[in-house]
């Protein structure tokens, strides 16, 4: 059992930065795949980044290429979500998952864990 607590959201200005932080309780974190999605206010949930176990490997949904960054520490149970350059449109609760397998992955259905989310606004 894996129980996920998001932080970090809040309210910022169009080109501004947040970083996210999930902390992860449980033991075996580190054999988890970890991802970050959002659900913007009328659409569905939609797949942002993810990292691998080692954090080695990573994937980015192309909306987010060169804005975010996910990460990990191991040590501290932990993965990050850097989001820079904000958008109007980044406006979303993120969630946080855990997947129990070592490569990342971008479909929400492989998913094992989820976080009750983190509300990110961007005022423009």
């Known amino acids: 059992q894996v129980h996920l607590v998001e932080s970090g959201g809040g309210l910022v200005q169009a080109g501004g930065s947040l970083r996210l932080s999930c902390a992860a309780s449980g033991r075996t974190f580190s054999s988890y795949a970890m991802g970050w999605f959002r659900r913007a206010p009328g659409k569905e949930r939609e797949f942002v980044a993810a990292?691998?176990?080692?954090?080695?490997?990573?994937y980015y949904a192309d909306s987010v290429k060169g804005r975010f960054t996910i990460s990990r520490d191991n040590a501290k149970n932990t993965v990050y979500l850097q989001v820079n350059s904000l958008k109007p449109e980044d406006t979303a609760v993120y969630y946080c998952a855990a997947a129990r397998r070592l490569s990342p992955v971008r479909v929400s259905g492989l998913y094992d864990y989820w976080g009750q989310g983190t509300q990110v606004t961007v005022s423009s």
């Open positions: 990292l691998s176990w080692s954090g080695d490997s990573t």
